[in-house]
């Protein structure tokens, strides 16, 4: 017997590359951009993270105050 799967929810895949660098005293900022091969809709979160680092769930910008 043979089982045929449809409609396999795939992982979404990031479209933007992480910035690494911020000037001294400034607050970093990244625009998360990601999109599902799905169609689903995607929202954003950190499980892990620095302290005071936070992320928008809806728009993916990550703001962290470095100073």
Known sequence: MQITVNNVNRAPAFDTAAVTTVAEDATY???????DPDGDGVTYSLTTRPTGMTINASTGVITWPTD
Not at 29 to 35: C, F, G, R
């Open 29 to 35: 900022t990244y625009d998360v951009d990601a999109t």
